[in-house]
Protein backbone atom coordinates (compact mmCIF):
# COMPACT_ATOMS: atom_id res chain seq x y z
CA UNK A 1 0.00 0.00 0.00
CA UNK A 2 1.35 3.50 -1.17
CA UNK A 3 1.29 6.15 0.98
CA UNK A 4 -1.35 8.86 1.06
CA UNK A 5 -0.20 12.69 1.53
CA UNK A 6 -3.48 15.17 2.53
CA UNK A 7 -1.81 19.37 2.04
CA UNK A 8 -3.57 21.94 3.90
CA UNK A 9 -3.59 25.03 5.26
CA UNK A 10 -4.54 25.54 8.64
CA UNK A 11 -7.30 26.76 9.29
CA UNK A 12 -10.16 28.22 12.13
CA UNK A 13 -12.24 25.81 13.28
CA UNK A 14 -12.20 23.42 10.56
CA UNK A 15 -15.24 22.41 8.53
CA UNK A 16 -16.21 18.85 8.38
CA UNK A 17 -15.10 18.18 4.64
CA UNK A 18 -11.14 19.20 5.93
CA UNK A 19 -11.51 16.71 8.43
CA UNK A 20 -12.85 14.06 6.19
CA UNK A 21 -10.38 14.86 3.75
CA UNK A 22 -7.24 14.51 6.53
CA UNK A 23 -9.14 10.99 7.65
CA UNK A 24 -8.04 9.80 4.16
CA UNK A 25 -4.37 10.39 4.59
CA UNK A 26 -1.27 8.74 6.15
CA UNK A 27 0.38 12.23 6.02
CA UNK A 28 -1.14 15.59 6.42
CA UNK A 29 1.16 18.56 5.84
CA UNK A 30 0.19 21.49 7.54
CA UNK A 31 0.64 24.17 4.54
CA UNK A 32 1.90 26.73 6.61
CA UNK A 33 4.11 28.37 3.94
CA UNK A 34 0.91 29.27 1.82
CA UNK A 35 -0.21 33.07 1.82
CA UNK A 36 -2.30 34.57 4.06
CA UNK A 37 -5.50 35.80 2.42
CA UNK A 38 -7.89 38.03 3.82
CA UNK A 39 -12.38 36.05 3.84
CA UNK A 40 -10.77 32.93 3.39
CA UNK A 41 -11.37 30.18 6.02
CA UNK A 42 -7.79 30.11 7.12
CA UNK A 43 -9.14 33.08 9.88
CA UNK A 44 -13.20 32.16 9.80
CA UNK A 45 -15.77 29.66 9.58
CA UNK A 46 -19.48 28.88 10.14
CA UNK A 47 -21.12 28.10 12.83
CA UNK A 48 -25.07 27.35 13.40
CA UNK A 49 -27.88 29.42 14.57
CA UNK A 50 -31.03 29.56 15.09
CA UNK A 51 -31.86 32.20 11.97
CA UNK A 52 -29.31 29.50 9.88
CA UNK A 53 -25.82 30.50 10.38
CA UNK A 54 -22.86 33.04 11.04
CA UNK A 55 -19.14 33.57 10.93
CA UNK A 56 -16.76 33.10 13.21
CA UNK A 57 -14.19 35.90 12.26
CA UNK A 58 -10.71 36.84 14.07
CA UNK A 59 -10.03 40.34 12.74
CA UNK A 60 -6.78 39.99 10.81
CA UNK A 61 -4.75 42.79 9.92
CA UNK A 62 -4.87 43.76 6.45
CA UNK A 63 -0.96 44.20 6.69
CA UNK A 64 -1.06 40.32 6.60
CA UNK A 65 -2.19 39.62 3.42
CA UNK A 66 -0.25 37.90 1.51
CA UNK A 67 1.93 37.26 4.35
CA UNK A 68 2.68 33.57 5.19
CA UNK A 69 0.30 31.79 7.55
CA UNK A 70 3.13 31.02 9.91
CA UNK A 71 3.79 34.72 10.12
CA UNK A 72 1.15 36.48 10.72
CA UNK A 73 -0.33 37.55 14.06
CA UNK A 74 -3.49 37.52 16.10
CA UNK A 75 -4.82 40.98 16.52
CA UNK A 76 -3.56 43.07 19.38
CA UNK A 77 -7.45 43.75 20.40
CA UNK A 78 -7.96 40.74 22.29
CA UNK A 79 -12.50 41.51 22.28
CA UNK A 80 -13.13 39.00 19.62
CA UNK A 81 -11.31 36.03 21.92
CA UNK A 82 -14.94 36.90 24.16
CA UNK A 83 -16.98 37.74 21.63
CA UNK A 84 -16.33 34.31 19.65
CA UNK A 85 -16.86 32.30 22.85
CA UNK A 86 -20.14 34.20 23.66
CA UNK A 87 -21.38 32.74 20.21
CA UNK A 88 -20.14 29.66 20.93
CA UNK A 89 -21.72 29.25 24.29
CA UNK A 90 -24.89 31.40 23.19
CA UNK A 91 -25.92 28.73 20.04
CA UNK A 92 -24.60 25.57 21.66
CA UNK A 93 -24.97 25.75 25.10
CA UNK A 94 -27.65 23.94 25.07
CA UNK A 95 -26.25 21.03 22.07
CA UNK A 96 -26.76 18.12 23.44
CA UNK A 97 -22.67 16.76 23.84
CA UNK A 98 -21.46 20.47 24.31
CA UNK A 99 -20.72 20.16 27.94
CA UNK A 100 -18.44 17.02 27.42
CA UNK A 101 -15.93 19.88 25.40
CA UNK A 102 -16.79 22.62 26.62
CA UNK A 103 -13.50 23.02 28.90
CA UNK A 104 -11.02 22.93 25.96
CA UNK A 105 -12.82 25.34 24.57
CA UNK A 106 -13.98 27.55 27.37
CA UNK A 107 -10.28 27.66 28.12
CA UNK A 108 -8.48 28.16 24.60
CA UNK A 109 -10.90 31.59 24.90
CA UNK A 110 -10.43 32.50 28.30
CA UNK A 111 -6.88 32.11 29.05
CA UNK A 112 -5.86 34.03 25.04
CA UNK A 113 -2.50 32.91 25.55
CA UNK A 114 -2.14 32.00 21.55
CA UNK A 115 -0.25 35.20 19.82
CA UNK A 116 -0.10 33.36 16.33
CA UNK A 117 -2.86 32.67 14.13
CA UNK A 118 -0.96 29.28 12.80
CA UNK A 119 -0.73 28.20 17.12
CA UNK A 120 -4.29 28.78 17.86
CA UNK A 121 -5.55 26.91 14.17
CA UNK A 122 -3.70 24.02 15.01
CA UNK A 123 -4.10 23.36 18.72
CA UNK A 124 -8.13 23.59 17.91
CA UNK A 125 -7.42 20.84 14.63
CA UNK A 126 -5.43 18.47 16.86
CA UNK A 127 -8.00 18.28 19.70
CA UNK A 128 -10.70 17.69 17.30
CA UNK A 129 -8.09 14.70 15.16
CA UNK A 130 -8.44 12.98 18.81
CA UNK A 131 -12.25 13.76 18.69
CA UNK A 132 -12.38 12.36 15.81
CA UNK A 133 -9.63 9.57 15.95
CA UNK A 134 -7.80 10.89 13.16
CA UNK A 135 -4.30 9.47 13.54
CA UNK A 136 -2.14 11.17 10.31
CA UNK A 137 1.53 11.77 10.56
CA UNK A 138 1.77 15.49 10.99
CA UNK A 139 4.12 17.27 9.28
CA UNK A 140 5.06 21.14 8.54
CA UNK A 141 5.57 22.52 4.92
CA UNK A 142 7.56 25.29 7.25
CA UNK A 143 10.08 22.33 8.14
CA UNK A 144 10.50 20.57 4.64
CA UNK A 145 13.26 23.08 3.09
CA UNK A 146 10.87 24.04 -0.03
CA UNK A 147 12.00 25.90 -2.65
CA UNK A 148 9.08 28.90 -2.32
CA UNK A 149 9.53 29.61 -6.01
CA UNK A 150 7.26 27.19 -6.82
CA UNK A 151 3.18 27.28 -6.75
CA UNK A 152 0.58 25.32 -7.31
CA UNK A 153 0.97 21.60 -9.37
CA UNK A 154 4.64 22.08 -8.70
CA UNK A 155 4.98 23.18 -4.90
CA UNK A 156 2.43 20.49 -4.50
CA UNK A 157 4.50 17.67 -6.02
CA UNK A 158 7.79 18.89 -4.53
CA UNK A 159 5.58 18.08 -0.96
CA UNK A 160 4.63 14.66 -2.07
CA UNK A 161 7.80 13.55 -2.60
CA UNK A 162 9.94 15.12 0.04
CA UNK A 163 7.49 13.03 2.75
CA UNK A 164 7.73 10.09 0.46
CA UNK A 165 4.12 9.82 -0.53
CA UNK A 166 2.54 7.89 -3.15
CA UNK A 167 -0.64 9.18 -3.34
CA UNK A 168 -2.12 12.82 -2.76
CA UNK A 169 -5.59 13.19 -1.70
CA UNK A 170 -6.47 16.92 -3.42
CA UNK A 171 -9.76 19.10 -3.36
CA UNK A 172 -11.96 18.92 -6.60
CA UNK A 173 -10.57 22.34 -6.64
CA UNK A 174 -7.06 20.61 -8.08
CA UNK A 175 -9.08 19.54 -11.28
CA UNK A 176 -9.07 23.40 -12.11
CA UNK A 177 -5.55 23.73 -12.14
CA UNK A 178 -3.11 20.32 -11.47
CA UNK A 179 -1.10 19.36 -14.17
CA UNK A 180 -1.47 15.80 -13.57
CA UNK A 181 1.30 14.25 -16.26
CA UNK A 182 3.43 15.96 -14.02
CA UNK A 183 2.72 13.02 -11.11
CA UNK A 184 2.04 10.54 -13.46
CA UNK A 185 5.82 11.61 -14.21
CA UNK A 186 6.96 10.60 -10.70
CA UNK A 187 4.59 7.73 -10.40
CA UNK A 188 1.95 9.70 -8.07
CA UNK A 189 -1.64 8.97 -8.28
CA UNK A 190 -4.05 11.71 -7.60
CA UNK A 191 -7.17 11.18 -5.84
CA UNK A 192 -9.52 13.67 -5.80
CA UNK A 193 -11.91 14.36 -2.19
CA UNK A 194 -15.23 15.65 -2.99
CA UNK A 195 -17.31 16.33 -0.20
CA UNK A 196 -20.74 15.13 0.36
CA UNK A 197 -22.92 17.03 2.98
CA UNK A 198 -24.67 14.33 4.96
CA UNK A 199 -27.13 15.29 7.92
CA UNK A 200 -27.25 14.79 11.31
CA UNK A 201 -28.88 15.87 14.36
CA UNK A 202 -28.40 19.88 14.82
CA UNK A 203 -30.04 22.59 16.97
CA UNK A 204 -32.72 24.29 14.99
CA UNK A 205 -34.89 22.36 12.36
CA UNK A 206 -33.67 23.24 8.64
CA UNK A 207 -30.20 21.12 8.27
CA UNK A 208 -27.46 23.62 7.36
CA UNK A 209 -24.77 21.77 5.90
CA UNK A 210 -20.58 23.02 5.81
CA UNK A 211 -20.40 24.20 9.14
CA UNK A 212 -17.98 24.11 11.23
CA UNK A 213 -16.96 20.74 12.45
CA UNK A 214 -17.74 21.52 16.22
CA UNK A 215 -21.02 21.73 14.94
CA UNK A 216 -20.74 18.58 14.77
CA UNK A 217 -19.17 17.20 17.34
CA UNK A 218 -21.36 19.49 20.20
CA UNK A 219 -24.32 17.93 18.80
CA UNK A 220 -23.53 14.02 18.06
CA UNK A 221 -20.62 13.53 20.36
CA UNK A 222 -18.69 10.08 20.09
CA UNK A 223 -20.55 9.19 17.27
CA UNK A 224 -18.98 11.92 15.01
CA UNK A 225 -16.14 10.02 14.25
CA UNK A 226 -18.11 7.37 12.92
CA UNK A 227 -20.35 9.65 10.90
CA UNK A 228 -16.70 11.60 9.59
CA UNK A 229 -15.19 7.99 8.30
CA UNK A 230 -18.39 6.39 6.77
CA UNK A 231 -19.19 9.35 4.84
CA UNK A 232 -15.95 9.32 3.13
Given amino acids: MGKTVAIHQPNYLPWIGFFQKIAAADIFV ?46 EDRKWWGKHWRLIMGNYGRAKYFAEYKEFFEKIYSEKKYTKLQELNEVIIFYLFECFDIRPKIIKSSELNLDLSLAKTDLNLEIVKKVGGDIYISGMGGKKYLEEEKFEKEGIEIRYFEFRPFEYPQRWEGFEPYMSAIDLLFNVGEKAKDLIKTNL
Fill in 30 to 75: ILDVAKFTKNGIIHRNKIRTKEGWIWLTIPIENKYKGVAIKDVYLP
